[in-house]
């Protein structure tokens, strides 16, 4: 049998990422985004994996029109091969423990869901349903960012709230990005030869959106998001944990109101609250070499609080195979890695500087000093982990 191929779509409220990804390569055939979906700007940007990028506007394009323009591009690079398509899914509740096969049972239940993920999962729905009409002949799998962490024990998602809460209304703790962890203990383990159902991991997943997880034997212990994904580490505009009680006395003390609550910690807080300069890494990084005092102390609360976040996360371990950094700041940010290394001394952990250094730009390996437990860089790819699910299901 030749090798095949999975459409990857990653529907946001305005947005659509794709990838073509082959089972036999690395490289995307065909990669991109359509965005400000909806609007007179809409456009479709695409790369080649021979590098050749272009774009196309494709003003008011809904979701479906902006597949119905990707799919003659999608079959002819597939050479007319396409086998299934992968849906990422934000939020798949507590019905969810791994990929699924779409049909209208499973499209009810991830409608059922969106309260837990208003912002998302509607989106993603939009884009599941455009896509089966265009593609009707074509599996569809949907891949759920919170499945990784249902093996979660009760006592890491439960709150220390009112029962009926869990009980009726399903608040507790998700987790998210659970693609990205597996995707990188499964690469972890086969780089320091150990079987990933016999080995533990504490991973670090660094990008706009940052979280931790704790893995062990393959399965995920605990995380650092919740509910939603604003709980945990500080992130790019993201609070992370605050006091609960900060919604109550911002109402009482400033008079706002639980929308300006939501955006000011949602979006207007993080390295970009912290530095009043930006969520971008690279600028907060070039602006602390230039001694910009926000930066500056955006990278040291930003650091201080994945590291504490990684050493409660410990607590799921009862041994250490190595600390994994991913995402596009832990793949990417030698100073960002040895921060946060030099608050975790008491596990005993330590950076050996050239290979810290060397692992950037998608190089992959290991960074600890010698004799040290293993600290590595591992490039996250969420695209092919959801082309691999959906051609497990298509293989079952
Ligand atoms: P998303 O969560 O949207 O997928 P990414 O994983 O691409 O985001 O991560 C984006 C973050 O990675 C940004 O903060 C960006 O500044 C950071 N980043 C990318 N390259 C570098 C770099 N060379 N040094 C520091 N940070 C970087």
Redesign the pocket.
């Known amino acids: 049998m030749s090798a095949r191929n999975i459409l990857v779509v990653n529907c946001g409220s305005s947005s659509i990422k794709f990838a073509l990804v082959n089972e036999a390569h690395s490289q995307f055939p065909l990669s991109g985004l359509a965005e400000r979906l909806g609007t007179a700007d809409a456009v479709l940007h695409w790369q080649r994996s021979s590098g050749e990028k272009d774009s196309m506007l494709i003003p008011n394009a809904d979701h479906r029109a902006a597949l119905s323009q990707l799919l003659p591009m999608v079959n002819s690079v597939a050479g007319g091969q396409l086998h299934g398509i992968g849906h990422r899914v934000v939020h798949g509740g507590e019905f969810f423990t791994q990929a699924t096969r779409i049909d209208h049972k499973v499209l009810s239940a991830i409608s059922a869901t969106a309260p837990l993920a208003p912002l998302h999962n509607p989106a993603n729905l939009q884009g599941i349903e455009a896509a089966m009409k265009l593609f009707p002949c074509l599996p569809h799998v949907a891949v759920f960012d919170t499945a990784f962490h249902q093996t979660l024990p009760e006592h890491a998602f439960r709150y220390a709230l009112p029962d009926h809460l869990y009980r009726q209304h399903g608040v507790r703790r998700y987790g998210f990005h659970g693609t990205s962890h597996r995707f990188v203990s499964h690469r972890a383990a086969s780089m320091a030869n150990l079987a990933v159902g016999d080995s533990s991991w504490l991973s670090a997943h660094l990008?706009?959106?940052c979280s931790t997880c704790a893995i062990v034997n393959g399965q995920s212990r605990d995380t650092s998001m919740g509910l939603t994904p604003l709980e945990g580490v500080a992130m790019?505009t993201r609070s992370g944990d605050v006091d609960p009680n900060l919604h109550s006395h911002l109402a009482r003390a400033l008079g706002w109101n639980l929308e300006q609550i939501d955006r000011m910690l949602n979006n207007d807080s993080g390295v970009k609250g912290l530095s009043g300069l930006s969520?971008?890494?690279?600028?907060l990084?070039q602006a602390r070499e230039q001694g910009h005092a926000g930066a500056t102390l955006a990278i040291e609360v930003f650091c201080y609080r994945v590291a504490k976040s990684l050493a409660a996360m410990a607590c799921a371990l009862s041994q250490l195979d190595g600390l994994i950094f991913t995402?596009?700041?832990g793949e990417?940010?030698p100073l960002?890695r040895r921060k946060i290394v030099e608050h975790l001394r008491l596990f005993n952990l330590e950076l050996d500087s050239e290979a810290n250094a060397r692992c950037?730009r998608g190089v992959s390996g290991f960074i600890q000093a010698y004799g040290r437990p293993r600290v590595l860089v591992v490039p996250t790819n969420e695209e092919r982990q959801i082309a691999l699910d959906t051609l497990g299901l298509l293989d079952a």
Not at 279 to 283: E, G, L, S, V
Request: glycine content about 30%; overall charge negative.
């Open positions: 990008g706009n959106g790019g969520n971008d890494m690279r600028t990084e995402g596009g700041i990417n940010s960002i950037i």
